[in-house]
């Protein structure tokens, strides 16, 4: 079975990398929430979701919190998808990291807040 996450590891397959750590890596999405402000971080390591290695899934976290300190990220979003219904897309583990500032405004959608644009 293929994985299009492993086939971007292995540089098998495109994609736009912004950093790399021994353990993860870090890309550009295809179709991002908002230009230049949505991450995904990746795990080298095949996990298929948050569930199947709860150790993979917190390194990922942590990958994740360092990309946002390290660039002055302080507003935004990390979101793990998990399963079909959960909007998991790929059966890979990965990490949205999502920058929000005043022009980027994300919420939740439980929230009940609005965003910058609905205001």
Same mark, same amino acid.
């Given at each position: 079975?293929?994985?299009?996450?492993?086939?971007?590891?292995?540089?098998?397959?495109?994609?736009?990398?912004?950093?790399?750590?021994?353990?993860?890596?870090?890309?550009?999405?295809?179709?991002?929430?908002?230009?230049?402000? /949505?991450? %995904?971080?990746?795990?080298?390591?095949?996990?298929?979701? @948050?569930?199947?290695?709860?150790?993979? +899934? *917190?390194?990922?976290?942590?990958?994740?919190?360092?990309?946002?300190?390290?660039?002055?990220?302080?507003?935004?979003?990390?979101?793990?998808?998990?399963?079909?219904?959960?909007?998991?897309?790929?059966?890979?583990?990965?990490? /949205?990291? %999502?920058?929000?500032?005043?022009?980027?405004?994300?919420? @939740?959608?439980?929230?009940?807040?609005? +965003? *910058?644009?609905?205001?």
């Amino acid at each position: 079975m293929s994985c299009v996450f492993c086939d971007i590891i292995a540089g098998q397959a495109p994609a736009e990398i912004l950093c790399e750590w021994d353990d993860c890596i870090a890309i550009v999405p295809l179709g991002p929430v908002v230009e230049g402000s /949505h991450v %995904l971080i990746i795990p080298r390591q095949h996990v298929r979701d @948050m569930l199947e290695d709860p150790v993979v +899934t *917190g390194l990922v976290a942590q990958r994740a919190a360092e990309f946002a300190r390290d660039r002055g990220w302080v507003h935004g979003h990390f979101a793990y998808n998990l399963g079909e219904f959960g909007g998991q897309t790929v059966p890979h583990l990965h990490g /949205h990291q %999502l920058r929000a500032d005043e022009h980027t405004r994300h919420t @939740m959608p439980w929230t009940g807040q609005k +965003t *910058g644009a609905e205001k």
